[in-house]
């Protein structure tokens, strides 16, 4: 899960650019800078129930961007709903982590070997429904 602490930070540095020039993008980057700091201290503490809340938060505020903002911000959304296939996993909730997992591979998921080897997952591997979308990315 702390690869999309990084990624997040990456957009922000990428996109800081663009900081100033398009109002929609600086909003968003404000948000997501402010979430990134929270996510910081939810691993730290590893409270896995903020963490999901937090990556909910990421994908509420993303929905809510115009499509430039959406464009800009899409690569990182793999990321999120895959952290959230994880912690979905990690309480037992499959039905969860398979849909969360479907939404990660929709916005470009696609390291099988990381999906495969990662002990988050360990439960939703379990589901026949998970492994025939992680085959999908084989």
Partial sequence: ??????????????????????PDLTGFLEQLEN??????????????EEMENLYTEI????????????????????GVWY???CLRSLRGDTDGAVDAFKQALGYGWNDYAYTMND????????????????????
């Fill in 1 to 22: 899960m702390k690869r999309i602490a990084t990624a997040l930070a990456a957009l922000l540095l990428a996109a800081g650019i663009s900081w100033g020039q398009d």
């Fill in 119 to 138: 002990p988050d997952l360990k439960t939703a591997r379990e589901d026949p429904r998970f492994m025939a979308l992680a085959e999908s990315i084989r």
């Fill in 35 to 48: 979430v990134n700091g929270r996510m910081a201290t939810a691993m730290n503490n590893d409270d896995k």
């Fill in 83 to 85: 952290n959230l296939a």
């Fill in 59 to 78: 994908v509420v505020m993303y929905e809510q961007q115009p499509g430039s903002v959406k464009k800009t911000a899409a690569p990182i959304m793999g």
